[in-house]
């Protein structure tokens, strides 16, 4: 198994998974997204190195692959490919124009082509995967089901467009949406919104909604909750996190109920109908 690893906390979690049980061959960490420190003997690429990448993974015996991590997409007007990625392209500038997903799929399938499977975060370490049901605090869930119903909704919508895979929704009210910005600027946007329409830490009010695209390819870029989302969504005023059950993974279960305990608010997972 060859890890393609961005930024946070998850390529780690997938490296130790891989690793326990003798399957990592080769880390290929971002430059510029990827804390090299964060694994044994990583090899530093370039995210237009994918000709170099390719080898690498060969190199090391790879025949599948995992991409993990945040990685944002490029300034394709100053992108610097190697010869490989200069052929991949045309492609990539054809599909981002329709959309992130459009583009992680032509991704894929360039590696799938270079003769490696693509495997999902998800699949490597199962235990990544949210639940149904409570996943942290200790939170009457159901006094804001209205919300979390309303904001995944609205996550699916939005989904539907390529457009994001996030909502924030306060007593009916849709606050935000996600779009490139990503669920921490979105959040703070909803933390600078006035405290008329959203919730603050001793009243909390509102639910943010994280669910995959309904046409995503779901082996690469499932949303993530982790202990940051907890602790960002308290400091915008909310009461909870809903996530698609089976469908986001969560960094450090224990973690993200500690968080959401000490600040007051719930994680829960939900099925993709609500």
Same mark, same amino acid.
């Given at each position: 198994?060859?890890?393609?690893?961005?930024?946070?906390?998850?390529?780690?979690?997938?490296?130790?998974?891989?690793?326990?049980?003798?399957?990592?061959?080769?880390?290929?960490?971002?430059?510029?997204?990827?804390?090299?420190?964060? $694994?044994?003997?990583?090899?530093?690429?370039?995210?237009?190195?994918?000709?170099?990448?390719?080898?690498?993974?060969?190199?090391?015996?790879?025949?599948?692959?995992?991409?993990?991590?945040?990685?944002?997409?490029?300034?394709?007007?100053? $992108?610097?490919?190697?010869?490989?990625?200069?052929?991949?392209?045309?492609?990539?500038?054809?599909?981002?124009?329709?959309?992130?997903?459009?583009?992680?799929?032509?991704?894929?399938?360039?590696?799938?082509?270079?003769?490696?499977?693509?495997?999902?975060?998800?699949? #490597?370490?199962?235990?990544?995967?949210?639940?149904?049901?409570?996943?942290?605090?200790?939170?009457?869930?159901?006094?804001?089901?209205?919300?979390?119903?309303?904001?995944?909704?609205?996550?699916?919508?939005?989904?539907?467009?390529?457009?994001?895979?996030?909502?924030?929704?306060?007593?009916?009210?849709?606050?935000? #949406?996600?779009?490139?910005?990503?669920?921490?600027?979105?959040?703070?946007?909803?933390?600078?919104?006035?405290?008329?329409?959203?919730?603050?830490?001793?009243?909390?009010?509102?639910? #943010?909604?994280?669910?995959?695209?309904?046409?995503?390819?779901?082996?690469?870029?499932?949303?993530?909750?982790?202990?940051?989302?907890?602790?960002?969504?308290?400091?915008?005023?909310?009461?909870?996190?809903?996530?698609?059950?089976?469908?986001?993974?969560?960094?450090?279960?224990?973690?993200?109920?500690?968080?959401?305990?000490?600040?007051?608010? $719930?994680?829960?997972?939900?099925?993709?109908?609500?």
């Amino acid at each position: 198994m060859g890890l393609i690893a961005g930024g946070g906390a998850l390529p780690r979690l997938v490296a130790q998974a891989c690793a326990a049980d003798g399957r990592l061959g080769c880390v290929i960490a971002l430059q510029g997204f990827a804390d090299p420190a964060g $694994f044994d003997d990583p090899v530093v690429r370039t995210i237009g190195q994918f000709g170099h990448v390719v080898k690498d993974l060969h190199a090391a015996g790879c025949d599948a692959v995992c991409f993990a991590g945040i990685v944002t997409r490029p300034d394709f007007r100053s $992108f610097v490919p190697d010869m490989e990625g200069a052929k991949l392209l045309p492609r990539l500038l054809a599909a981002a124009v329709r959309g992130d997903d459009a583009l992680l799929r032509v991704v894929v399938k360039a590696f799938e082509d270079h003769g490696l499977q693509v495997v999902g975060a998800d699949e #490597l370490s199962s235990s990544l995967l949210a639940p149904s049901g409570v996943i942290g605090g200790d939170v009457d869930v159901e006094a804001h089901r209205q919300d979390i119903d309303k904001a995944m909704q609205m996550a699916a919508a939005i989904g539907v467009l390529d457009a994001g895979q996030g909502a924030v929704v306060c007593e009916g009210l849709v606050l935000a #949406l996600e779009a490139q910005e990503g669920t921490d600027a979105m959040l703070e946007r909803v933390a600078g919104l006035p405290e008329t329409i959203r919730g603050t830490r001793q009243t909390p009010r509102g639910v #943010l909604a994280k669910r995959p695209k309904p046409q995503q390819e779901r082996r690469i870029d499932l949303p993530v909750v982790g202990v940051a989302t907890v602790e960002r969504a308290a400091a915008a005023g909310l009461a909870g996190i809903a996530v698609e059950a089976g469908a986001a993974l969560i960094l450090g279960r224990e973690a993200v109920d500690e968080a959401a305990r000490r600040h007051g608010i $719930f994680v829960v997972g939900v099925s993709a109908h609500s």
